[in-house]
């Protein structure tokens, strides 16, 4: 991400101004770690326990960290794109000042991490199973199909339904539910984003 370049000369930015946390639903009490303008319009948030955009068409997205898959930063464009689990098409949010919100999204991101696999399912093509922690300790895990992996496909639920519970295990989860199903890869990226209610966090100082 060149998180190292950005980080020079860096000052931290004043408060979220009332009117944005307004405008991105955050709770009045809800900690801000970072936020930043984006060109065309809206604005974006880096909370303890989610990221929240609103987007130049006027789209609020809500979601906790363990709803991103991956962001990266391209210095060139001045885009932080955002890959949310389950999506294959990243969300392009174009940063217009100087913000730390790509190293805070990368950070949050990373923190969230707790232990991963790559699961090699047939036509050599990989799966990327990780088991996620919330600012509130609960696990759970998120598959990420690499191209042209069908997550429907009998042989590749097995193989991550595998991976899954040998993560799970490790950290002395309860296994997931043999009858448990994954929906089809051909609707992710049509889905919905879920939309949540922030959750109150630390007064921003």
């Known amino acids: 991400m060149g998180l190292i370049s950005r980080l020079t ?3 931290r930015r004043p408060a979220l101004p009332g009117d944005v946390r307004a405008q991105l639903k955050i ?3 809800a900690r801000v770690l970072a936020w930043a303008d984006l060109t065309g319009g809206g604005h974006a948030a880096a909370l303890v326990d989610r990221l929240v955009v609103l987007d130049p ?14 962001a ?9 794109a955002v890959w949310w689990v389950g999506s294959r098409t990243p969300a392009p949010l174009e940063i217009g000042d100087a913000t730390f919100l790509p190293e805070v999204v990368h ?5 969230s991490v707790v232990l991963t696999r790559e699961v090699e399912v047939p ?3 990989r799966v990327h199973v990780a088991l996620r922690k919330t600012p509130g300790g609960d696990l759970s895990t998120t598959v990420s199909p690499g191209r042209g992996v069908r997550l429907g496909d009998p042989e590749v639920h097995a193989r991550v339904a595998v ?5 799970r295990d ?4 309860l296994p997931v539910r043999p009858d448990d199903e994954r929906p089809d890869d051909e609707h992710l990226d049509d889905a919905d984003p879920q939309h949540a209610d922030p959750q109150d966090g630390d007064p921003q100082g």
């Open 9 to 11: 000369g860096r000052t």
């Open 27 to 29: 709770d009045p009490g």
């Open 57 to 70: 068409r006027g789209r609020l997205v809500s979601r906790p960290w363990v709803d991103v898959d991956h």
């Open 72 to 80: 990266a930063w391209d210095d060139e464009s001045q885009t932080l």
């Open 107 to 111: 950070e949050r991101v990373r923190s």
């Open 123 to 125: 036509g050599g093509r």
């Open 163 to 167: 991976a899954e519970a040998a993560l």
């Open 170 to 173: 490790e950290a002395g989860l």
